[in-house]
């Protein structure tokens, strides 16, 4: 059974950092994509940022780049998420998600829209205030 399960999440002040972690277990680690993906009250949601765990490629939304960071440890099975120089509208609920996904010519397929993957945590809340 896939499980996801988000933490990390809480308060922090503008221009501060906090880093989620995504601790996954049930399935291949290395053959999936991992997502983060966050909704504001009131708003769609919306993707963060992705990673492919089998080569190590990423995708950021332009909100987040340059601020964020994804990364993964294949031998632990956690995706983390470091964000630094947070903004009040980075206040959502943050979720992670996981696709086993194809290599197509030496590389990974890496989805970067939510309805592409299939599973998901349950999410964890980061709030910033100003």
């Known amino acids: 059974e896939v499980q996801l399960v988000e933490s990390g999440g809480g308060l922090a002040q503008a221009g501060g950092t906090l880093t989620l972690s995504c601790a996954a277990s049930g399935f291949t680690f290395d053959r999936y994509a991992m997502g983060w993906f966050r909704q504001a009250p009131g708003k769609e949601r919306e993707t963060v940022s992705c990673i492919a765990n089998g080569d190590g490629s990423t995708y950021y939304a332009e909100s987040v780049k340059g601020r964020f960071t994804v990364s993964s440890d294949n031998a632990e099975k956690m995706v983390y998420l470091q964000m630094s120089s947070l903004k009040p509208e980075d206040t959502a609920v943050y979720y992670c998600?996981?696709?086993?996904?194809?290599?197509?010519?030496?590389?990974?397929?890496?989805?970067?829209?939510?309805?592409?993957?299939?599973?998901w945590g349950q999410g964890t809340q980061v709030t910033v205030s100003s």
């Open positions: 998600a996981a696709l086993e996904v194809p290599r197509i010519g030496g590389s990974y397929y890496l989805p970067r829209d939510d309805y592409e993957y299939d599973y």
